[in-house]
């Protein structure tokens, strides 16, 4: 049984440009969370998507656009690239199953914004 | 304002020695509570939650954590540590209003002398 994966595992892009994430859940989850970690710091929530609707947004803004597929499968889209957009973004994905939900952790999209 | 603290940016212990990583947390309510483990370059791995019920958990690898209500604490203890066990540890919280996004902790790096 495959976890979450991601892709790619490295990225570099100037500013300004533009970046997708992507991610596949975890077999038999359906929610995909994302989340963004700046070196030495704790994730932050970016957003979360259920039923292929953002139900969730962290305090991020607009350039932060998500997607989430019929299989279950989500992209993170950010664009006008700044500096400070470098970071290592990671997806969660759970299962929603009406009790509290633990999430499962991808190894990350290292993003290098120059 | 709502927020999870581990107020130990560094720890360093001598490999088999006991450990305690400290976590505080203030939210109106018991949220669900959770320890994760990220060795570098990776993603996170849970290590144990807390939803309800018995406030000393057991965990994988392990490790254990007590909740405290009194004290809103959820410190993580390992009787005797390895030299696997350095990594970055984060507290976790999920509000009890179950909106699932889970806010993180900065994070404590434990560091393990031989």
């Known amino acids: 049984d495959a976890g979450v994966t991601q892709s790619p595992t490295h990225l570099i892009k100037t500013r300004g440009q533009q970046v997708t994430l992507r991610c596949s859940p975890k077999s038999g989850h359906d929610t995909v969370s994302w989340y963004q970690q700046a070196l030495g710091q704790g994730p932050q929530f970016i957003f979360q998507?259920?039923?292929?609707?953002?139900?969730q947004r962290g305090n991020f803004p607009d350039r932060f656009s998500g997607h989430q597929f019929p299989n279950y499968s989500s992209e993170l889209n950010v664009n006008a690239l700044l500096l400070g957009d470098s970071a290592l973004y990671l997806c969660?994905?759970?299962?929603?199953?009406?009790?509290?939900?633990?999430?499962?952790f991808g190894p990350g999209t290292r993003l290098l914004v120059l | 304002a709502q927020s999870v603290t581990q107020p130990d940016i560094h720890i360093t212990v001598s490999e088999g020695a006991s450990l305690e990583l400290r976590c505080n947390y203030s939210y109106g309510a018991t949220p669900y509570l959770f320890w994760y483990v990220q060795s570098p370059g990776q993603g996170l791995q849970l290590l144990l939650k807390y939803f309800s019920g018995d406030t000393l958990v057991q965990g994988i690898k392990g490790f254990e954590a007590e909740f405290k209500r009194s004290q809103s604490s959820f410190n993580l203890r390992k009787p005797s540590v390895h030299w696997s066990d350095a990594a970055e540890y984060f507290c976790a919280v999920v509000p009890w209003n179950r909106d699932d996004k889970i806010i993180f902790g900065k994070g404590t790096r434990l560091h393990i002398l031989p």
């Open positions: 969660a994905s759970s299962a929603k199953q009406g009790g509290p939900e633990t999430q499962y």
């Open positions: 998507y259920y039923e292929e609707e953002e139900r």
